[in-house]
Nanobody, 127 residues
Framework: VQLQASGGGLVQAGGSLRLSCAAS????????MAWFRQPPGKEREFVAG????????LFADSVKARFTISRDDAKNTVTLQLNSVKPEDTAVYYC?????????????????????WGQGTLVTVSS
C-alpha cells in the first residue's frame, strides 16, 4: 500500500486545515487508517484512527473535540480535519495503515503496529 498525505501548510492559531491521504490500495476498507504526527525534535505520536465502514474512531486526548477523522473507502481516501489549531499542533503529519488492527478489531496507538506509511505533510501553526 502506498500512502500520500497532502494538505499541510501554514495556518494561524485558531484556524482550520484539512489533510488528505490517498491510498493506492483498493482494499483500504480492510485496514485501520490513522494519522500520526512528529513535532520538531520529538518522537512520532498517535493523533487519530478510524476502523471499518462504520467509522469507529479514536483520538489522542490532545486533539479530542478539535480534530475529526473520516474515510471514503470508495475513493481510497482518509481525511483529518484540524480545527481550533494550536502552535503545539505544529508537526509533520503522516497517514498510516494497519492490517492486523482491522482483523482484530482495534485501533492501535503505537506506531510500531502500523504496516504502511508514506511521506508526511508539514503543518505549521503560527501564534
Amino acid at each position: 500500500v502506498q500512502l500520500q498525505a497532502s494538505g499541510g501548510g501554514l495556518v494561524q492559531a485558531g484556524g482550520s486545515l484539512r489533510l488528505s491521504c490517498a491510498a493506492s490500495d483498493r482494499t483500504l476498507s480492510t485496514y485501520v487508517m490513522a494519522w500520526f504526527r512528529q513535532p520538531p525534535g520529538k518522537e512520532r505520536e498517535f493523533v487519530a484512527g478510524i476502523l471499518g465502514s462504520a467509522g469507529r474512531t479514536l483520538f489522542a486526548d490532545s486533539v479530542k473535540a478539535r480534530f475529526t477523522i473520516s474515510r471514503d473507502d470508495a475513493k481510497n481516501t482518509v481525511t483529518l480535519q484540524l480545527n481550533s489549531v494550536k502552535p503545539e499542533d505544529t508537526a509533520v503529519y503522516y497517514c498510516e495503515a494497519d492490517r492486523s488492527g482491522f482483523l482484530l478489531g482495534y485501533i492501535a496507538r503505537a506506531q510500531t503496529e502500523y504496516d504502511y506509511w508514506g511521506q508526511g505533510t508539514l503543518v505549521t501553526v503560527s501564534s
